[in-house]
């Protein structure tokens, strides 16, 4: 195994272009990957890395031994996989990212019961608003919205994600209780910006709704924060109906004008286009596909799911008439 000693430190060290991040990534100091990478080199008898005081790169020689290191480490996986298959149960570390938002309304409820069925896969969950690369940084499976270009993945919808707005009681009583997505420019708007873009995210409806002007009146870059602001009476918001599900059940908030509130994109589990899927990965992806699709509420329009139920039992006078 001298051959392979060092080999995975180089090739993450040259995919982040930081020491620090490869570390991080393998669980090792950042001085400890630099070692490593230095006794391959002298081993090798040639320099592979470029350091500068704020990144390292590849040499010429580093680059073309990193691309075959790369493909030896990913046939490596593919035979533990194979391996991993031929014994039966899955297991081994299997890495996982999600937004803040899906992580902790769906994601989270399921890990229970997925770890009792698959004991011996060691999760490593990042909740986190980023766009990231499941390629360059080695992860193994994520759940995200919107268009997905890229040839080397694999994506499976799990559903729409339909938004409502919402208000407390409080607020309503305080400021009025607006019946059409118009009226929304005279009310206080509580913001979600994208942590990665700086852009807010949208609140659309449909015609002829389907342009208003939002008032910027608080911003958030976490969706949990701008629910608990509209149910201390700060403002409307404008969430996923499976984000606002407990608060309107608990009468914290209200929804409002219902029936013009739209989905938004869908929700995907994503893994990447390799030659043999590891059984980690596909229990995994099978698991939450199951799972998902076991509750249809979650994305469906609020009118259509949650608020057949919340429209039978909640006090007239608390739901919108429109």
């Not at 081993?43 to 031994?65: D, K, P």
């Not at 969706?223 to 403002?235: F, H, P, Y």
């Not at 994503?270 to 229990?283: D, E, F, G, H, Y």
Request: one cysteine or more; aromatic letters at 10%; proline letters at 6%.
């Amino acid at each position: 195994m001298d051959a392979l000693s060092g080999l995975e430190p180089f090739v993450f060290a040259a995919r982040f272009r930081s020491y620090v991040k490869a570390g991080r990534h393998l669980g090792i100091s950042s001085s400890a990957v630099a070692k490593s990478v230095s006794r391959l080199e002298a081993r090798l008898g040639v320099q592979l890395l470029n350091r500068t005081t704020r990144s390292i790169g590849l040499t010429e020689a580093g680059a073309v031994f990193y691309e075959r290191c790369r493909q030896a480490l990913e046939d490596i996986r593919d035979a533990e996989a194979t391996l991993h298959h031929a014994k039966g149960a899955p297991s081994g570390r299997l890495r996982v990212n999600v937004p803040h938002i899906v992580g902790r309304h769906l994601l989270m409820p399921l890990i229970a019961d997925f770890v009792s069925r698959y004991p011996e896969i060691e999760l490593d969950i990042a909740l986190e608003d980023r766009i990231v690369d499941l390629i360059e940084e080695d992860i193994d499976v994520v759940i995200r919205s919107g268009n997905l270009p890229d040839s080397r993945l694999i994506a499976r919808r799990l559903g729409d994600q339909h938004f409502i707005t919402c208000a407390s009681v409080s607020y309503l009583e305080s400021n009025g209780h607006p019946l059409l997505p118009s009226e929304i420019q005279n009310h206080r708007c509580l913001r979600y910006r994208y942590p990665n873009t700086g852009l807010f995210a949208p609140w659309v409806y449909r015609p002829p709704h389907d342009q208003v002007r939002l008032p910027e009146t608080m911003i958030f870059n976490n969706s949990d924060a701008a629910l608990r602001a509209a149910a201390d009476g700060l403002g409307l918001v404008h969430l996923p109906v499976y984000v606002a599900r407990d608060a309107i059940a608990s009468g914290q908030l209200i929804p409002l004008f219902e029936k013009y509130c739209m989905a938004i994109g869908s929700l995907w589990i994503i893994w990447p286009a390799v030659r043999t899927l590891s059984p980690k990965v596909r229990a995994f992806a099978d698991f939450i596909l199951e799972r998902f699709a076991a509750m249809p509420e979650a994305f469906m329009p609020f009118r259509d799911g949650y608020g057949k139920i919340w429209f039978a039992e909640a006090p007239l006078g608390q739901l919108s008439s429109v």
